[in-house]
């Protein structure tokens, strides 16, 4: 299943922190894509690919206005997460694969959550199914739309990535009752654990919150964490 990592060029910075986070607590060998606009000045590891998407402007509707064509583009599920989805902790592979066979094992899903968000909104048990309590979000409940780390359906993301939209009037979406999608996710046994890196306010202000400090005194050696210009 494709990683998509969605970024812009205020963001970009973060890139390096993202890498080198991903490949200790994923995989060093999973592809993953960068999608963005201006080539990040650096060079990536090996696993990850960059496809800009054009020019960016000053006006924040581009959001979905270019992403909407990437997406139309991809495989019929894919994982979507942002550039301050700071890894802190291992990847669960077994809770993972299993909420990969999700998508294949219940009709209409349109977005599984791969951390905890999902019992942070209105939500009730779906099933249990492999050892797994398996929760949905209902149509009412808010942020069935969240760019949070997630497998996506594309029908799904396409159906609300109308033109001329910013990322928050993407996720704010809340007309959701004309249609049959299913929001499902786990609660403590969810597979990522993250930290949402920087708040778009103060963009070097890095959350390493729960990351060991051997990590974060590696990304320092490294050169990864840059100070704010």
């Known amino acids: 299943m494709d990683i998509?990592?969605?970024?812009?060029?205020?963001?970009?910075?973060l890139i390096p922190i993202y890498c080198f986070l991903f490949n200790k607590f994923w995989n060093d060998q999973q592809r993953v894509e960068i999608v963005g606009y201006d080539q990040p000045p650096y060079n990536l590891p090996s696993n990850f690919h960059f496809v800009s998407l054009g020019k960016q402007t000053e006006d924040k509707q581009n959001?979905?206005?270019d992403l909407r064509k990437y997406f139309a583009?991809?495989?019929k599920h894919f994982i979507w997460m942002m550039e301050d989805t700071f890894l802190r902790h291992p990847v669960d592979f077994k809770a993972l694969n299993f909420l990969k066979s999700l998508t294949e094992k219940i009709p209409d899903v349109g977005r599984i959550n791969l951390t905890?968000?999902?019992v942070k909104q209105d939500h009730v048990l779906f099933d249990t199914i492999g050892g797994y309590d398996v929760y949905a979000n209902?149509?009412?409940s808010l942020y069935r739309l969240s760019t949070q780390p997630s497998i996506w359906s594309k029908h799904f993301v396409l159906q609300y990535m109308a033109e001329d939209l910013t990322p928050w009037e993407f996720e704010c979406q809340s007309d959701h009752s004309v249609d049959e999608f299913k929001i499902l996710g786990l609660d403590h046994d969810a597979p990522v654990k993250?930290?949402?890196?920087?708040r778009k306010h103060d963009l070097h202000n890095y959350?390493?919150?729960g990351i060991d400090q051997s990590v974060i005194d590696e990304m320092n050696k490294l050169g990864l964490i840059t100070?704010?210009?």
């Open 4 to 13: 998509c990592v969605t970024t812009s060029n205020a963001y970009k910075h």
């Open 63 to 65: 959001f979905t206005r």
């Open 73 to 75: 583009k991809k495989d």
């Open 116 to 118: 905890r968000e999902v």
């Open 138 to 140: 209902n149509k009412y």
């Open 194 to 198: 993250h930290n949402e890196g920087v």
């Open 207 to 209: 959350n390493f919150d």
């Open 227 to 229: 100070k704010c210009p």
